[in-house]
C-alpha cells in the first residue's frame, strides 16, 4: 500500500525558512519521480517542483527558482523540499506527489498534504 506522509509545514514570517518532508512506504521509492505541488485557496494545485528517479534531475516553478531546493534520500525513502525567502504569495497547502511504473501504466499517488503559512 503505497503511503506518502508529509510533514514540516507551519507558520512562518516572510523571509523565513522551512523545510517539508514526505516520506514514503509500500513501493520502491528509488524507482519513483517524486514532485511537489501547491494548492491556495480558490486556485488550482500547481507544480513546485520535480526529481527524477534516477540521476536525481530537478526543475522548479519560475515562481521557486531560486529559493526552493527539492532533494531525496533513498536511504530514508524520503524526499524534501527546503524553502527560502518565503513570501505571502507561498502560502498554500503542499502536497507530495510520487509517480511510478505499474507495468505500462505510469501511475500517480499524493499525500494528505500539510499546511504552509507565510504571514507576519
Known amino acids: 500500500q503505497v503511503q506518502l506522509v508529509e510533514s514540516g509545514g507551519g507558520l512562518v514570517q516572510p523571509g523565513g525558512s522551512l523545510r517539508l518532508s514526505c516520506a514514503a512506504s509500500g513501493f520502491t521509492f528509488s524507482s519513483a519521480a517524486m514532485s511537489w505541488y501547491r494548492q491556495a485557496p480558490g486556485k488550482e494545485r500547481e507544480l513546485v517542483a520535480a526529481?527524477?528517479?534516477?540521476?536525481?534531475?530537478?526543475n522548479y516553478a519560475d515562481s521557486v527558482k531560486g529559493r526552493f531546493t527539492i532533494s531525496r534520500d533513498s536511504a530514508k525513502n524520503t524526499v524534501y523540499l527546503q524553502m527560502n525567502s518565503l513570501k505571502p504569495e507561498d502560502t498554500a497547502a503542499y502536497y507530495c506527489?510520487?509517480?511510478?511504473?505499474?507495468?505500462?501504466?505510469?501511475?500517480?499517488?499524493w499525500g494528505q498534504g500539510t499546511q504552509v503559512t507565510v504571514s507576519s
Open positions: 506527489n510520487a509517480r511510478l511504473w505499474l507495468g505500462p501504466l505510469n501511475v500517480g499517488y
Open positions: 526529481i527524477t528517479s534516477v540521476g536525481g534531475s530537478t
